[in-house]
């Protein structure tokens, strides 16, 4: 599509959901940043909008607020399953932030300023994380795996699983209905959620563990 129609689109879109904000009394900015930075990298960005509150707390839920080490999560965004994960009594110097997008991570900075925020590609945790010291308690991912490789799918679960303690999760949502990553991993536990109807589009979190 030429630059100057997806230009067209996302003014109409932000206008529509600025007038829907200012009616509403509520604030829309992260929609109007993830919708900018979807168009521009539609295949880059797992969600056209932020995760909804319940897809959020579905995610966080998984993780164990009592456990030990570093929760890592992957594509957080704006932030909404990083609040998620606050409110469920994940303390915020615990979080290990990835995200590609800097402006994003600059908005990461300025919410969450007692966790660590990382600029890099979520999709080599094995070069981010080569001197981590402590096994993390958990990898909670926003990342659009549904439209990598199933070879890359799979090498992120194996770097994701070694950074993980014993029986700790990642964490991985999908729209899609098959999940991202297969049911049958040689040592390897998965369970999933109902399917989260409160989303757009709905979805469904998948969990997987060393067996």
Not at 109 to 118: F, G, M, S
Not at 183 to 195: F, I
């Amino acid at each position: 599509m030429p630059l100057q129609a997806l230009q067209l689109i996302e003014k109409k879109i932000e206008k529509k959901i600025r007038l829907f904000g200012a009616k509403n009394g509520i604030r829309l900015d992260d929609e109007v940043r993830f919708i900018r930075s979807w168009l521009e990298k539609p295949l880059a960005i797992g969600a056209v909008t932020p995760s909804s509150r319940v897809l959020a707390r579905t995610m966080a839920r998984y993780v164990d607020p009592q456990s030990k080490g570093p929760v890592i999560e992957l594509g957080p965004g704006t932030g909404p399953v990083t609040e998620a994960l606050v409110a469920h009594g994940i303390a915020p110097e615990r979080l290990v932030l990835v995200e590609f997008n800097p402006h994003f991570c600059q908005i990461l900075r300025k919410r969450y300023p007692e966790a660590t925020v990382i600029q890099g590609d979520a999709y080599r945790l094995g070069r981010l994380f080569d001197d981590l010291k402590q096994r993390a308690a958990a990898v909670v991912s926003g990342l659009p795996l549904v439209t990598k490789p199933m070879r890359m799918r799979m090498l992120l679960l194996r770097d994701a699983l070694d950074l993980l303690g014993p029986s700790a999760p990642f964490v991985q949502f999908t729209y899609a209905v098959a999940p991202p990553i297969p049911r049958t991993v040689p040592g390897v536990r998965t369970e999933s959620s109902e399917r989260i109807w409160m989303n757009f589009p709905p979805a469904r979190v998948w969990v997987y563990r060393r067996d």
